[in-house]
């Protein structure tokens, strides 16, 4: 485990924290309004590889060669200058700090990090965090990498769970869930709406998916995983005589057969490592989601509206009505579908920059 201390004075300013992976939604910007709940679980952290925060430069400003050593291949609004490497806790993880007045940003209904770190050491006044709870935004506090040193002070949990441990473990993300809104609607404070986790993931997947079909048409297996990509993929892609089969793969489930072209696969939720499958020669493109999504759509849980005897079952909130589905075809997260696509060499294909150049367009008719 390790905790974080101040840069200028040495004051810790985290309670011990395990690493774990970046969440997929984890810059995600959702609906207007809307109540995002925090982050990262209490007790972990996770690290941001690519610059993040204040300042930023327009593409306009940015060599096409610099941004493609920076792992970014086509044009997109505006790139960090900040560090790279920040560390994301939960808020409730923070010690010795204050907050900076001043430095709220564009906050709407709470802070946005706009004009960089608001938060203060306590003890010598370094600037150290951003914190963000703005509407819209996942409540987190961003610790600025060069003002802040990671100790290690336990390394008890060092080993991560294995595979089949985690899938034992069963902690899944169910694709829907009640929204929290800042004013009534209709009536109520909360509405049911698709995930945004489950939003995020598909936006990150979907970028992938664009990239291993090489142009021709994909089809994903009936059910869930149907209703979360095949319409965005047959607006997207060329319609052809051939087709690329995508199929779930990871731990539990069989073999995928030789004629697979993709792979949906989990993404370790510790490690951050992609599952591949033990056959060296599989030559299938892996596309990753985040474990919990994963888990769902491979084993999905079934809702118990009334015990057979007995009283309800511990994990059963509610036994009637069923919980309602959301009233609109399910969306991709169109923010974190860029981010990942313009990361994806294969992004400088025309026919992948084409739908870049016309993202726009498909937002207005209901694909993100």
């Known amino acids: 485990?390790?905790?974080?201390?101040?840069?200028?004075?040495?004051?810790?300013?985290?309670?011990?924290?395990?690493?774990?992976?970046?969440?997929?939604?984890?810059?995600?910007?959702?609906?207007?309004?809307?109540?995002?709940?925090?982050?990262?679980?209490?007790?972990?952290?996770?690290?941001?590889?690519?610059?993040?925060?204040?300042p930023w430069r327009k593409w306009e400003e940015i060599d096409p060669d610099e941004a493609a050593a920076r792992g970014v291949y086509a044009p997109v609004y505006a790139l960090s200058d900040g560090a790279p490497d920040a560390g994301v806790v939960a808020p409730g993880d923070i010690r010795g700090t204050l907050l900076i007045p001043e430095k709220r940003g564009g906050a709407c209904c709470g802070l946005d990090g706009a004009d960089g770190p608001n938060m203060a050491c306590e003890a010598c006044g370094l600037a150290v965090a951003t914190r963000i709870d703005d509407c819209s935004l996942w409540q987190a506090v961003w610790l600025a990498p060069n003002a802040v040193h990671r100790l290690l002070v336990d390394d008890a949990d060092a080993e991560p769970l294995s595979w089949e441990e985690l899938t034992e473990e069963g902690k899944s993300t169910p694709p829907f869930e009640p929204i929290a809104t800042w004013g009534?609607?209709?009536?109520?404070?909360?509405?049911?709406?698709?995930?945004?986790?489950?939003?995020?993931?598909?936006?990150?997947?979907?970028?992938?998916?664009?990239?291993?079909?090489?142009?021709?048409?994909?089809?994903?297996?009936?059910?869930?995983?149907?209703?979360?990509?095949?319409?965005?993929?047959?607006?997207?892609?060329?319609?052809?005589?051939?087709?690329?089969?995508?199929?779930?793969?990871?731990?539990?489930?069989?073999?995928?057969?030789?004629?697979?072209?993709?792979?949906?696969?989990?993404?370790?939720?510790?490690?951050?490592?992609?599952?591949?499958?033990?056959?060296?020669?599989?030559?299938?493109?892996?596309?990753?989601?985040?474990?919990?999504?994963?888990?769902?759509?491979?084993?999905?849980?079934?809702?118990?509206?009334?015990?057979?005897?007995?009283?309800?079952?511990d994990d059963v909130l509610r036994d009637d009505p069923l919980p309602p589905r959301p009233n609109y075809l399910f969306r991709a997260d169109p923010g974190t579908f860029q981010h990942a696509l313009v990361r994806l060499p294969a992004v400088r294909s025309p026919w992948l920059r084409e739908i870049l150049e016309n993202f726009t367009q498909h937002m207005r008719t209901g694909l993100f």
Request: charged fraction near 10%; aromatic fraction near 8%.
């Open 184 to 313: 009534p609607r209709l009536g109520s404070s909360h509405y049911w709406s698709w995930s945004p986790q489950w939003e995020a993931a598909a936006g990150r997947a979907l970028a992938h998916l664009l990239a291993a079909s090489e142009g021709q048409p994909v089809t994903v297996p009936n059910g869930l995983i149907e209703e979360v990509f095949q319409r965005a993929l047959d607006a997207l892609l060329p319609a052809g005589p051939q087709e690329r089969l995508a199929v779930l793969a990871g731990p539990g489930l069989p073999a995928p057969d030789a004629g697979v072209d993709i792979l949906l696969v989990p993404v370790h939720p510790q490690t951050g490592q992609t599952w591949t499958p033990a056959n060296p020669a599989t030559s299938a493109y892996p596309v990753p989601l985040p474990f919990g999504v994963w888990l769902w759509l491979a084993f999905p849980q079934p809702h118990l509206p009334v015990p057979a005897s007995g009283r309800v079952p």
């Open 1 to 54: 485990m390790f905790v974080f201390v101040c840069a200028g004075c040495g004051a810790e300013l985290t309670v011990p924290l395990s690493r774990v992976s970046l969440p997929a939604h984890a810059h995600q910007k959702y609906g207007n309004g809307i109540q995002l709940p925090v982050l990262m679980e209490s007790g972990t952290f996770a690290v941001d590889p690519e610059p993040w925060g204040p």
